[in-house]
């Protein structure tokens, strides 16, 4: 009997970085520090290395990655875009630093739409707004857009980079073209750490002394609270493991996504499946992979699962909707057409680091027989 395709496979990956993890985790161990030491500090030196900005401050979570930015970049009482097709993180960390959520249309990729993004921001001009796009299913937005629209319109920008890092656009790193970008490490990510955590990414010394005060308690030196800050710092074990056993091989995961990515997209020939397209530019890194199914999405799961093939749905419900949101102001701008084709037709087929070729062939020829007889 034939193993389960998984969406993440993490007993695989465990076997593949169990070595460097307890070598990492003994250090910690060893060295009797265990919370904002050298673990994290050389941790944040590579990944503003990896991602080519100047600083990386480590914290708790994706989420408080983007909310220790956003009160960084002062959006207390201000309008804040962004997209109505996420994790319901991003929508969070707007509210929990006081902002005011607007959401705007998705394109035929998923992603916030920038051209309807431009024309809101024509005709309602004068107001200082923040921006927060996020380069989801691992496809980056259209960077240099991105900038025209930051330089055109004086915008605050905020990327939300959890499920992309790595990605790119014409060449640009995704992350290179706002005042801050925030990770997620969750453990799905395709570096994701094992609980929880994130970090913000910055060019700015004054941003990233900030960062590293709020998430102490607002310390700028021993029991010196100079700001109302909050507890999130990123572990020193989590740091170590990131660092030694994981961002390694970052590379290499990648360009494994991305091969299991071209696959499906040349062997999925059902015309009862959709694949949305990779936006232009992008050099993606497939945290997800999603298709749209036409007909009853649920038969299709069910088509999968009894061929011993994993999937999800990314996202049904969009942020607008959710009923966290019913007491709380926002604005949509326009309908949000695209973004609700997704929350109804979107299903995410396995795609991991750790599938064999047998594994994508058997998801290939499982899409290619849905709708037959």
Known sequence: MKAKVLINDFKAQWRCVRADTLKAVDRVGQSGWFILGDEVARFER???????????????????????????????????????????????????????????????????????????????????????????????????????????F????????????????????????????????????NLGCMGDGGALLTDREDFAT??????????????????????????????????????????????RRRQIA????????????????????????????PILVKGDRTSFQDHLTAQDIQSAIHYPVLIPDQPALRAQPYTIYGKLTNARVFTEKEVSLPINPFMSNDDVERVVAACNSWGKS
């Not at 969070?92 to 035929?108: C, E, H, K, S, Y």
């Not at 939300?160 to 799905?188: E, H, K, L, N, W």
């Not at 102490?216 to 029991?223: I, L």
């Open 46 to 152: 590579k990944l503003a290395a990896y991602a080519a900005r100047r600083y990386t401050v480590g914290c708790a979570s994706g989420l408080d990655a983007i909310e220790l930015g956003l009160r960084i970049l002062g959006c207390q009482g201000k309008p804040v875009i962004t997209t109505p097709l996420s994790a319901f993180a991003t929508t969070l960390a707007i509210v929990r630093a006081g902002g005011i959520p607007i959401f705007i249309d998705t394109d035929n990729s998923g992603l916030l739409a920038l051209d309807k993004v431009e024309r809101f921001l024509g005709k309602n001009r004068g107001i200082h707004y923040v921006l927060l796009p996020v380069h989801l299913f691992g496809h980056s937005v259209n960077l240099e857009h991105l900038r025209g629209l930051r330089e055109s």
């Open 154 to 189: 004086s915008l605050t920008v905020l990327e939300d980079c959890a499920q992309a890092i790595g990605a790119s656009s014409d060449g640009r790193t995704v992350g290179s073209a706002s005042d801050i970008a925030a990770i997620s490490f969750y453990p799905t990510k």
């Open 210 to 255: 900030l960062a590293r005060a709020l998430r102490d308690y607002g310390q700028t030196g021993k029991y010196r609270h100079t700001y109302l800050g909050m507890n999130s710092r990123l572990d020193e074990i989590h740091a170590a493991i990131l660092s030694d056993a994981l961002l390694p091989r970052l590379a290499d995961f990648t360009e």
């Open 262 to 289: 071209a696959w499906y997209r040349s062997g999925i020939s059902s015309e009862m499946l959709q694949i949305p397209p990779e936006p232009h530019g992008s050099r993606s890194v497939y945290h997800l992979f």
